[in-house]
């Protein structure tokens, strides 16, 4: 339960550990939703961005769990189970409750939040009809397929909604480096050589849990002659498109003046 009262982050480090450990067929993991009747009644509820970045990390401990998107996500968020797919669930958690006991009983619906499903068809309003239930189920799983189908992948995010990532700093302070170790990919030409990257290198991708992101690699603040104050011109450009800047820095040299001035830009 992501956002439980009094939780930490090391709590969740050590269920991880013993999930890990333990290798389960199943893992259920979904918000705090705090019920107004209990003692937490005040407590803040679990955040839809932290559970998505939880499921991500058990899909990449557990590859072959079946990680369900619960109900809960559906009530912090309208689509809060579609993107629990997005994110590593494979397991469809409907909603089987009846209309009357939808409406009599006391529910975990926080403030303002939107129901996870609405109620399905039954032979009765007071009687438990299984064909009832098997046709919700049916409707609840149509409707999540339907609407994974019609939302856009990560490769149809236009550029311009994407969040950019751009990493800044002097001729071989090793930004190549941290592009490639970022992206787990050779992006970046890598070399002892000063000034090997000579236009910015743009990656479309996503970076966890940020997202649909660009990484930009640019070249060295610091370059010379006429050729030189072009890229450099090309890197100033890309700072201007950048949500994010990153400074690198060669730990052995220090802040040099080029990296100051990138700061003050930033």
């Known amino acids: 339960m992501?956002?439980?009262?009094?939780?930490?982050?090391?709590?969740?480090?050590r269920d991880f550990v013993f999930l890990?450990?333990?290798?389960?067929?199943?893992?259920g993991?979904?918000?705090?939703?705090?019920?107004?009747?209990?003692?937490?009644?005040?407590?803040?509820a679990g955040t839809l961005k932290d559970t998505l970045y939880y499921l991500s990390i058990l899909r990449l401990l557990l590859p072959d769990v079946?990680?369900?998107?619960?109900?809960?996500?559906?009530?912090?968020?309208?689509?809060?189970?579609?993107?629990?797919?997005?994110?590593?669930?494979?397991?469809?958690?409907?909603?089987?409750?009846s209309c009357t006991t939808e409406r009599s009983a006391s529910t975990m619906t926080p403030r303002n939040a939107t129901p996870a499903s609405t109620c399905g068809s039954r032979s009765s309003d007071t009687g438990r009809s299984w064909t009832g239930a098997t046709g919700n189920i049916h409707k609840e799983v149509t409707a999540v397929a339907d609407t994974l189908r019609n939302t856009n992948t990560l490769n149809d995010v236009p550029s311009g909604e994407r969040v950019h990532i751009g990493?800044?700093?002097?001729?071989?302070?090793?930004?190549?480096?941290?592009?490639?170790?970022?992206?787990?990919?050779e992006l970046a030409l890598v070399s002892e050589v000063r000034g090997t990257t000579t236009d910015p290198v743009l990656k479309a991708m996503e970076l966890l849990p940020i997202g649909p992101v660009v990484i930009i690699d640019t070249p060295g603040i610091d370059d010379e002659g006429e050729l030189g104050a072009m890229r450099v011109e090309r890197t100033r450009q890309a700072l201007r498109q950048t949500d994010v800047a990153v400074l690198v820095a060669d730990s052995t040299v220090g802040l040099q003046e080029a990296d100051r001035e990138l700061l003050d830009l930033f």
């Open 2 to 13: 992501v956002g439980a009262p009094y939780q930490t982050p090391g709590d969740l480090a």
């Open 20 to 27: 890990q450990e333990f290798r389960p067929d199943m893992v």
């Open 29 to 44: 993991i979904g918000p705090f939703i705090p019920h107004h009747d209990t003692p937490f009644k005040d407590m803040p």
């Open 66 to 97: 079946l990680l369900p998107a619960t109900t809960a996500l559906g009530t912090i968020h309208p689509l809060g189970r579609e993107m629990g797919f997005d994110h590593g669930a494979n397991v469809i958690m409907p909603n089987s409750t």
């Open 167 to 185: 990493f800044f700093g002097i001729r071989n302070a090793g930004k190549s480096s941290v592009v490639n170790a970022v992206t787990n990919q």
